[in-house]
């Protein structure tokens, strides 16, 4: 499994010849996972700003694959900031970068377990506005509190 998984990473990653140093070719993106910094959503937006890029957007399924991929082939570990928040209107999440709607459900959110049950995230209402790769909800979509600090995933 573990030889799948890095040949895999491989593929997708060896062809990283279109982005600058420092950050990697996931589908048609250039992606930088900052392990070295952890910022609160906003501060993580204006840190990837600095660098003429914003939170990464993650919309279909190769691109949320060959994330989680890069984070488990290069053994990283915590949290990841989006660049996805529903604090406009609640429960209403957009990608900011440009407004389009971030797709609900399976196969991105994370499931939760609680006394009721299975539940599908987003389920924090107006306290978890920010979208987050949450670790341990593996890596699937999670809405977190904007005051939280986690690692950005910055793209362009």
């Not at 984070?71 to 900031?81: E, P, Q, V």
Request: net charge negative; proline share 3%.
């Amino acid at each position: 499994m573990k030889a799948m998984i890095l040949l895999a990473g491989i593929l997708l990653f060896a062809g990283g010849q279109g982005c600058d140093v420092g950050w990697v070719q996931i589908q048609e993106s250039c992606f930088m996972f900052h392990m070295n910094v952890m910022l609160s959503w906003q501060d993580a937006r204006a840190f990837c700003q600095d660098s003429e890029s914003d939170l990464a957007k993650v919309v279909d399924g190769d691109t949320h694959r060959g994330v989680y991929v890069y984070i488990h082939t290069y053994g990283l570990s915590g949290s990841f900031w989006l660049g996805a928040s529903d604090t406009a209107s609640e429960g209403d999440w957009v990608w900011v970068t440009d407004d389009t709607r971030v797709e609900k459900g399976t196969p991105y959110w994370a499931l939760g377990y609680n006394i009721f049950g299975f539940n599908q995230e987003p389920t924090g209402g107006p306290d978890e506005n920010c979208l987050a790769l949450d670790e341990e909800r593996k890596y699937f979509f999670n809405d977190a509190s904007c005051n939280l600090t986690y690692h950005p995933i910055c793209m362009k």
